[in-house]
T-cell receptor, first 110, second 115 residues
Framework: GENVEQHPSTLSVQEGDSAVIKCTYS??????FPWYKQELGKRPQLIID?????GEKKDQRIAVTLNKTAKHFSLHITETQPEDSAVYFC?????????FGAGTRLAVHP | DTGVSQNPRHKITKRGQNVTFRCDPI?????LYWYRQTLGQGPEFLTY????????KSRLLSDRFSAERPKGSFSTLEIQRTEQGDSAMYLC?????????????FGSGTQLSVL
């Protein structure tokens, strides 16, 4: 099955700085790349996703970029705020089910 | 509330007892998933349904676990002879299961504590 590696496992930034989380995949046939956010004690929620026919997608302060040649996609958060503190996941799998790794724990310090 | 609903929110049980959780998905969603999550880990896939058909079950899932979705709407997850290692958050998710890749909508989960 698809193998996705996510880095870093933890990330600490100052409020207002940018944060970047990167995921590398192995299956060149992969065509869907979602990002989920899970705040402490809350359910995971989809925050942004991208399909393989698009190189970048933005939604306010968050963006996802896809590099199909290098087989990686990244989550970019600009002007970070304390409420961005959460665990972020880039699950693999696609159509039938999503497989989640341990994610990236982002801490935004005031 | 049009989101995914799970009951109960918390369950405390003694080792060896059976427990059952319920999940009510978003009404028009035909796919329903069960995941398990422990502290510091991501959600671990357990099983999923397309309507009433259980299409896949994790190989890691003990035969003490069984899930049903009899009418293609709500689902139940039963754990027989619970063990302390079963303590976790059990998450249900649903999706529309359309022709393109799907977005999962998670419930708030059932926190199981096995004493």
């Amino acid at each position: 099955g698809e193998n996705v590696e996510q880095h870093p496992s933890t990330l600490s930034v100052q409020e207002g700085d940018s944060a970047v989380i990167k995921c590398t995949y192995s299956d060149s046939a992969s065509n869907y790349f979602p990002w989920y956010k899970q705040e402490l004690g809350k359910r995971p929620q989809l925050i942004i996703d991208i399909r393989s026919n698009v190189g970048e997608k933005k939604d306010q302060r968050i963006a996802v970029t896809l590099n199909k040649t290098a087989k990686h996609f990244s989550l970019h958060i600009t002007e970070t705020q304390p409420e961005d503190s959460a665990v972020y996941f880039c699950p693999s799998g696609g159509y039938n089910k999503l497989i989640f790794g341990a994610g990236t724990r982002l801490a935004v310090h005031p | 509330d049009t989101g995914v609903s799970q009951n109960p929110r918390h369950k405390i049980t003694k080792r060896g007892q059976n427990v059952t959780f319920r999940c009510d998905p978003i009404s028009e969603h035909n796919r329903l998933y069960w995941y398990r999550q422990t502290l510091g880990q991501g959600p671990e896939f357990l099983t999923y349904f397309q309507n009433e058909a259980q299409l896949e079950k994790s190989r890691l899932l003990s035969d003490r676990f069984s899930a049903e979705r009899p009418k293609g709407s709500f689902s139940t997850l039963e754990i027989q002879r619970t063990e302390q290692g079963d303590s976790a958050m059990y998450l249900c998710a649903s999706s529309s299961g359309g022709a393109t890749n799907e977005k999962l909508f998670f419930g708030s989960g059932t926190q199981l504590s096995v004493l």
